[in-house]
C-alpha cells in the first residue's frame, strides 16, 4: 500500500500500561474510516497473521504482550511491538513499538508509526495532537506523500559520495519513511550522526527540541504554531489540503520555515 500521509511520533516515555494504549488506539476508533480491523503483534499483520476486531477492548490482551527470547545461550524478554491494519476506507496501518533498553543498557525510545490514505473529512492534526499531548513525544511528525519529495538528482553512485552527501541521502530515506528525528552511521570512519531529518506538514519539537523553536519568529513569518504544554507544534499551513497536489508551494514554505529556524539544525539543508 502507498500511503498518502505519514504520522511518526517518538517517545521516551512508557507506553506499556493499558492506559496509555487505550488513548492512543481511541484516536482512531473514534474516527470511522480509520477503526482498526485486524490486529498482531511479533510481525505486521497480514491475511494469515493477527487477529479480527470488533472494538477496543478486543485490544487489551495483545497490548504490550511479552516474549521469551534467545541469543547467546541466554533468555531475555522482550515487548512485541502492536500493529494493526485497515483494509476498508481508508485503507491504513500502524504499529506502538516500546521503549526499551539494550544489551548496552541504553535506552531505546518508542513510537507510533501511522500511514493511511488522504482523506479530506478527516480532522488529521486533530489525530496527531491528541498522540503528542498522550506520549510527550521528542521529534513527531506529520506529512503528505508526495512523489516529488525528495533529494536532487546528482551522483548515483553511493561509493562516490562525500561525507556530506551521504549523511543528506540517509537522511531523505529516513525523512520519507516517516521519521523526524533519526541516528545512523556515515562516512569512512563510520560516525554516529543523530539529529532532525526536515519538516513535515506538522512538525512536533518536544524536550531537548522546543529550545529550538521562535514562537514570535515563526508566527510572525505567517506560519501556524502553538505551544502546548512543554512542547510546540509548527505548521506549513492551517489545512493539509493547501499544498497537497501543489508541491512548488509546499517546498516554498518549508524552505522558508526552515530559515526560522538555526542554521544545521536539519540534516536536510537542500530543497528538491
Keep these: 500500500m ?5 504520522i511518526t511520533v517518538q517517545t521516551r516515555e512508557d507506553l506499556v500500561p493499558w492506559e496509555v494504549g487505550k488513548k492512543i488506539l481511541s484516536m482512531l476508533f473514534s474516527e470511522t474510516k480509520l477503526i482498526p480491523e485486524r490486529v498482531a503483534t511479533f510481525g505486521e499483520v497480514t491475511k494469515s497473521h493477527g487477529l479480527n476486531i470488533v472494538d477496543i477492548e478486543d485490544c487489551r490482551a495483545l497490548w504490550a504482550s511479552k516474549a521469551m527470547m534467545r541469543a ?9 511491538d502492536f500493529h494493526w491494519k485497515r483494509d476498508k476506507v481508508a485503507k491504513s496501518q500502524g504499529a506502538v513499538t516500546f521503549t526499551s533498553i539494550n544489551a548496552k543498557g541504553v535506552k531505546r525510545p518508542g513510537s507510533i508509526f501511522f500511514q493511511s490514505q488522504y482523506r479530506r473529512e478527516i480532522d488529521w492534526i486533530l489525530l496527531f495532537l491528541a498522540w503528542c499531548e498522550t506520549v510527550s513525544p521528542f521529534a513527531a511528525v506529520l506529512h503528505p506523500f508526495i512523489a516529488e519529495d525528495g533529494p536532487r538528482k546528482g551522483n548515483t553512485n553511493i561509493r562516490e559520495y562525500s561525507y556530506k552527501e551521504e549523511i543528506s541521502h540517509q537522511a531523505w530515506s529516513r525523512f520519507l519513511s516517516g521519521e523526524f ?8 570512519m563510520n560516525s554516529l550522526v543523530s539529529g532532525l531529518t526536515n519538516l513535515g506538514w506538522a512538525s512536533w519539537f518536544g524536550e531537548e527540541y522546543a529550545k529550538e523553536v521562535d514562537q514570535q519568529a515563526i508566527s510572525s513569518a505567517g506560519f501556524p504554531v502553538f505551544k502546548i504544554g512543554c512542547g510546540y507544534l509548527v505548521q506549513l499551513t492551517s489545512h493539509p489540503n493547501d499544498v497537497i497536489g501543489d508541491y512548488p508551494a509546499f517546498s516554498r514554505l518549508r524552505a522558508h520555515l526552515k530559515s526560522l529556524f538555526r542554521p544545521g539544525l536539519f540534516l536536510i539543508e537542500d530543497e528538491p
Design 181 to 188: 528525528h533519526c541516528e545512523f552511521r556515515a562516512g569512512e
Design 72 to 80: 547467546g545461550g541466554s533468555q531475555y524478554e522482550v515487548i512485541e
Design 2 to 6: 502507498k500511503p498518502d500521509f505519514l
